[in-house]
């Protein structure tokens, strides 16, 4: 009884882990099944959003006037994944949008966006571009329209060539064609221009603007430069074209400082110019003669010139260079001395000379 009750016992301990043995093997199998689901869900919802972007948010187009056109672009793009279809509403019809739908996997769609101010009152206004996708959104722009206008002149200024080491100053005038007061800023991104004044106020008397180049610290070469003009009446630029450019170098004078009055000397000058423009010189022989300015020779070319010293003295020649654009070298400078003769000694030799002659003619004959 007792031996039988024992192997109960065991029988009874071996269905129980047997069970207990299925019962965690069912359980690991549905866990497993559960993650690997879980995970192609996920999976699915990463791999099939797709997101709407676009930018700016929105345009400020400022003042403007009544009657015109002005126009602005965004982007709208998918900034998540699979295809994102999109499409735009306005509600003004002053305001103008293409396209109106689209399509996007990832690239940037550009959107031109126009307002039109024709037969609007003075005020200010907002007008939205609806866009829908993924939910809806707006993109907002603004204006103001005002009664007063801008008006300047000259639109642009042609100053030509400007050489490096000098200033230059233009001007314009700006003024109110409109009504009320024009408030009016000037700027410019260069700092080698300044503007004065640089802000006002205009009913309908013109101001004058004055505008100051100084090259000395830019670059040789052409120059397109803007002032851009904001007003609330209306946003504009001057546009001022220029070219700067360099001087020939000083020159270079090759020739005697000790000369005799009345003898022909030859004097060498040159100079280099760092665009290869053509050059000229300029001679002041500092004996009250200034010559004109030669014919144009190209750069590095000898330019020969002779001189003849009609008096004695210490002479300062001065010589200048300029290019075709006349932009003029610094002086050259070199000093001649003619020295003066000395009469005594002059007629002490022909004395000599002539008793020299005397003998020999002498004792010629009396061989």
Not at 62 to 90: A, P, R
Not at 200 to 229: C, F, M, Q, R, W
Not at 333 to 355: G, R
């Amino acid at each position: 009884m007792k031996k039988f009750y024992s192997k109960n016992k065991l029988l009874i301990f071996l269905i129980n882990s047997a069970i207990i043995l299925l019962i965690i093997s069912n359980t690991s199998a549905i866990n497993q099944n559960t993650n690997i689901h879980s995970v192609n869900i996920s999976k699915n919802n990463v791999t099939n959003i797709p997101k709407l972007a676009w930018y700016p948010k929105s345009h400020d187009f400022g003042f403007v006037q009544e009657g015109n056109i002005y126009k602005t672009v965004f982007e709208i793009w998918n900034n998540g994944t699979d295809i994102m279809e999109w499409s735009l509403q306005i509600r003004d019809n002053w305001v103008k949008v293409n396209p109106y739908s689209g399509f996007s996997s990832g690239e940037h769609d550009i959107i031109n966006v126009s307002i039109d101010t024709t037969e609007l009152n003075s005020g200010e206004y907002e007008g939205n571009v609806y866009i829908h996708s993924e939910g809806d959104y707006i993109y907002y722009t603004y204006f103001s329209i005002t009664e007063a206008k801008l008006a300047f002149y000259p639109k642009y200024h042609d100053v030509g060539y400007i050489p490096k080491d000098e200033n230059h100053t233009i001007n314009f005038e700006i003024w109110n064609e409109g009504e009320g007061d024009l408030n009016w800023i000037l700027h410019s991104n260069s700092d080698f221009i300044s503007i004065i004044p640089s802000n006002g106020t205009s009913n309908n008397e013109h101001d004058i603007v004055n505008i100051a180049l100084d090259p000395k610290n830019i670059l040789s070469g052409k120059y397109n430069e803007k002032i851009n003009i904001t007003s609330d009446g209306g946003n504009d630029y001057l546009m001022i074209n220029f070219t700067i450019n360099n001087p020939p170098t000083i020159p270079n004078i090759d020739g005697k400082t000790k000369s005799k009055s009345g003898k022909e000397y030859l004097y060498k000058i040159s100079s280099f110019d760092t665009e290869e423009d053509n050059i000229s010189y300029f001679i002041d022989w500092g004996d009250d003669f200034k010559s004109n300015w030669s014919s144009f020779i190209p750069s590095g070319q000898i330019f020969n010139v002779t001189k003849i010293w009609n008096e004695t003295g210490i002479y300062s020649i001065k010589v200048k260079a300029k290019d075709t654009y006349n932009s003029e070298s610094n002086w050259a400078v070199l000093k001649v001395e003619v020295p003066t003769t000395n009469f005594l000694n002059n007629i002490f030799t022909k004395s000599i000379l002539n008793i020299i002659k005397f003998f020999k003619n002498n004792l010629i004959s009396k061989l």
